[in-house]
């Protein structure tokens, strides 16, 4: 390894990888076909809708990147879209993943007595 590769090597090994572009995918839970799409726009504005029984449908949302955590940063907040439309839906969101070695996405949702994982594919 030459030293111009070990110092690109060296400088990448801090920084968290972040998603870009569009994940989407669906999963049958119950009968019910649930899709999830993720669009990361710029490193800190994706739109996020997960469809089924319900409809989420938020454009422009805030989010920040902790380790392989996406961190929707407004989602506390009343009159944000994602934290209102999860409160009509009555759906609680757990968590949203990103595994950089599989470049996916897992959201995580409770919806009723039900935890769901939506795995999400570059699309």
Known sequence: MNLYNLLVLLMSLGKTQVPSGAYCGTKTVFGESITGLVTFKTSSVLDFAITGDFNIDCTDESYSVSGNQILFTE??????????????????LNSVTYDT????????????????????NQC
């Open 75 to 92: 989602i506390n907040m009343p009159g944000d879209c994602t934290h209102d439309a999860l409160n009509e839906n009555q759906i609680t």
């Open 101 to 120: 070695t599989k470049n996916t996405i897992d959201v995580s949702v409770k919806y009723s007595i039900a935890k769901i994982d939506i795995l999400l």
